[in-house]
């Protein structure tokens, strides 16, 4: 087994500044119906752009935000962009602390009151 070294642990260029990114995108969500997502830029290198544009819509292409997928591909979209030092942007038209609910809300005593049968009325 080959020992462990401080310089096998240290992440090559972990002690460079951080450089100003080369450019920056936005995801656009743009609604129900596919294509679900628009990525657009506002500057950097158009053939990097249009690259990394590529990418996030190959990982988001048919897939709407509150899809389970949808969350472990943003996540692949957020490191791609940070490895290729791109500032990233997400518009997905509600705020972000705002969820879409994923479950259908509890019924409540009074649905079942209003959807409980009325007996018939005694035939006169």
Excluded at 39 to 65: H, N, W, Y
Excluded at 68 to 83: F, G, H, L, S, T
Excluded at 105 to 123: F, Q, W
């Amino acid at each position: 087994m080959t020992p462990v070294t401080d310089e096998q642990t240290v992440p090559e260029g972990a002690d460079e500044e951080p450089q100003p990114p080369v450019g920056h995108v936005r995801v656009v969500y743009l609604g129900p119906v596919a294509p679900h997502w628009d990525v657009q830029s506002d500057f950097g290198d158009p053939k990097l752009i249009e690259e990394f544009r590529q990418r996030t819509q190959a990982r988001l292409v048919l897939l709407p935000p509150h899809d389970p997928q949808y969350r472990r591909n943003r996540e692949r979209v957020a490191r791609d962009a940070e490895r290729e030092n791109i500032t990233l942007e997400w518009d997905l038209g509600v705020p972000e602390e705002v969820s879409v609910p994923s479950v259908a809300p509890a019924r409540s005593e009074d649905a079942d009151a209003v959807a409980a049968p009325v007996p018939d009325a005694p035939a006169t």
